[in-house]
């Protein structure tokens, strides 16, 4: 489903990914972790060309995303395709980006109307569906302004499934959550893995990880360090880095539950 290939990006002198090589099966779930600045977020912003990459090259289903190697050289793929590429990948973000001036309903619904050209009335049932799956029927006519942050996420994970992706894309989807809000958005994403939805999670989620994740990837200044199953990763890491990173993450989690 998605293939990256030696992947560079630089932010001025600061070299963020370094040849990432990464790919990803459809129906499977990955989760990517790390510490910050180790680069998780710009992949993850490169699969859907967020961030224009510096080499390499990021392919969805064969198809080049943003740039396409040709004759050794990055050319820029034309903007159509790539707005083609976009609409298949679902993407959600720390913040929840819902046009406050728009109920609900209307957040959910512009996409597939605008961009898919779907009906006034398919769409609304599109969205009436998806605001079912998530448990917020009845803020269909509510604005965002009067919801909860977790509210605000699912309704955003709403808004990103009624594009109908083929790929969701997860950035830190709780990091901005009071605590006690984060469990309502971690069932919804275990609700669509359990469909069979293909996603890429950056998160610090390490209960999600352990029980949703069918591959863990470990990044650590610009590469991958280590990847595999789960119960591999967590109980048996080979890499000394890795070994910091999850030791310094459970005692901060035990810490915060202590506390």
């Given at each position: 489903m998605i293939k990256i290939s030696n992947v560079h990006k630089t932010f001025g002198t600061n070299h963020v990914l370094r040849g990432v090589n990464?790919?990803?099966?459809?129906?499977?779930?990955?989760?990517?972790?790390?510490?910050?600045?180790?680069?998780?977020?710009?992949?993850?912003?490169?699969?859907?060309?967020?961030?224009?990459?510096?080499?390499?090259?990021?392919?969805?289903?064969?198809?080049?995303?943003?740039?396409?190697?040709?004759?050794?050289?990055?050319?820029?793929?034309?903007?159509k395709e790539l707005n083609a590429l976009r609409q298949e990948v679902g993407m959600v973000f720390q913040s929840f980006n819902l046009f406050p001036h728009k109920s609900v309903l209307q957040n959910i619904t512009m996409a597939p109307e605008t961009l898919r050209g779907m009906s006034k009335e398919d769409a609304r049932k599109l969205a009436s569906d998806l605001l079912r799956k998530v448990g917020l029927e009845e803020k269909a006519d509510s604005r965002p302004s009067s919801l909860s942050g977790g509210q605000k996420q699912r309704v955003a994970i709403a808004r990103a499934l009624a594009m109908k992706p083929k790929v969701m894309l997860f950035d830190e989807p709780t990091s901005a959550l009071d605590p006690e809000k984060v469990g309502e958005v971690l069932q919804v994403m275990r609700n669509l893995?359990?469909?069979?939805?293909?996603?890429?999670?950056?998160?610090?989620?390490?209960?999600?990880?352990?029980?949703?994740?069918?591959?863990?990837?470990?990044?650590?200044?610009?590469?991958?360090?280590?990847?595999?199953?789960?119960?591999?990763?967590?109980?048996?890491?080979?890499?000394?880095?890795?070994?910091?990173?999850?030791?310094?993450?459970?005692?901060?989690?035990?810490?915060?539950?202590?506390?």
């Open positions: 990464l790919e990803v099966r459809q129906g499977e779930v990955v989760v990517i972790l790390g510490p910050s600045g180790s680069g998780k977020s710009t992949l993850l912003r490169c699969i859907n060309y967020l961030e224009a990459f510096d080499q390499g090259q990021v392919l969805i289903e064969g198809k080049p995303v943003g740039k396409m190697i040709m004759n050794d050289q990055l050319k820029e793929i034309p903007q893995a359990v469909e069979g939805m293909t996603m890429v999670v950056v998160t610090h989620e390490m209960s999600f990880a352990q029980e949703v994740a069918d591959r863990v990837v470990i990044m650590d200044e610009g590469i991958i360090i280590e990847e595999g199953p789960p119960g591999k990763i967590f109980k048996e890491p080979t890499q000394a880095r890795t070994k910091l990173f999850l030791s310094q993450i459970l005692n901060k989690n035990a810490g915060a539950v202590t506390m």
